[in-house]
């Protein structure tokens, strides 16, 4: 028995040293994007979140605004907050192709594909060991949560769950019908899990729709779009709480759930957020 438990002993010691050194911190720390980059552990490979600012805003205040870092830390887990790629106001603003930026424009032909640099930077990360490519989720506020939409259209692959914030979308506005998501613009492969947030007083995204050139149709658009997306058949409302309700769609393909979580009386920032509730759903699912 003693000799037993010796044995465990020693397997556990050389799986955390040989997890510690999968996980190339020389690698990671020549990153050109190592100052956004927090590692909640040291030891990996970790799951990642890529966690993407709103509108003229930047990666590291997005990454001090929404307290991930420490949600990072209580459970073991790597956030990396990058840039846009268009220069906008006193920061940046993400390439959503076809939709117009909160400068009104359009992004122009020479701006960053931002997809292919976001699928680019996860890449990079797993490369160091310390991100496990099977656990990538993303998640970002307002623009950022219109170009984590858009990751979840384009490349669901490459995702286990996606969490929008104030900016869940299903695709650009139909031209045709602007209250209605262009179905053609979002054509997802494979089954993704879906969770946003936000708040029924968001006057910027409001989740009845209308607003700016790139918003228009209503968040329950964007939900019933993703339900038959994922081939949803069981709708459900909940309350959690006097502050918050849910609206979503179960019995999906993969088991896979579509939902939305209102603040009541919630505006446009990351408050409508409970990290907590974000991390347990985003945990429960593996690509």
Request: aromatic letters at 6%; a positive charge; glycine letters at 12%.
């Amino acid at each position: 028995m003693l000799l037993l438990r010796l044995v465990l002993a020693l397997c556990a010691c050389f799986s955390a040293s040989a997890a510690f050194a999968q996980c190339r911190i020389d690698a990671l720390d020549a990153l050109p994007e190592r100052g956004v980059i927090h590692l909640g552990s040291k030891v990996g490979p970790m799951p990642l979140v890529i966690l993407l600012h709103g509108s003229t805003g930047t990666g590291a205040e997005m990454l001090r605004e929404s307290g991930l870092a420490a949600t990072a830390d209580a459970h073991g887990f790597v956030v990396v907050s990058p840039n846009g790629g268009i220069a906008a106001g006193r920061g940046y603003v993400w390439n959503i192709p076809g939709v117009p930026t909160v400068t009104g424009a359009l992004p122009g032909k020479d701006a960053r594909d931002d997809v292919a640099y976001l699928t680019g930077l996860i890449d990079r990360l797993a490369a160091t060991g310390c991100v496990d490519v099977k656990r990538v989720y993303a998640t970002g506020l307002s623009g950022g949560g219109r170009m984590t939409s858009l990751l979840g259209c384009v490349v669901p692959r490459r995702f286990a769950a996606i969490a929008p914030v104030v900016g869940l979308r299903a695709g650009r506005p139909l031209a045709a019908d602007r209250s209605r998501a262009d179905p053609a613009s979002c054509r997802p492969t494979t089954p993704l899990p879906v969770l946003a947030f936000s708040g029924d007083a968001d006057t910027t995204n409001p989740i009845t729709g209308g607003g700016a050139p790139y918003w228009q149709y209503p968040q329950t658009v964007a939900l019933q779009r993703w339900a038959a997306l994922n081939h949803c058949s069981e709708p459900y409302a909940r309350n959690l709480g006097a502050e918050v309700y849910e609206q979503g769609y179960a019995r999906c393909d993969g088991d896979v759930t579509v939902a939305a979580r209102v603040m009541r009386g919630g505006k446009h920032s990351w408050s409508v957020v409970d990290n907590e509730a974000m991390w347990a759903f985003l945990s429960r699912h593996t690509r």
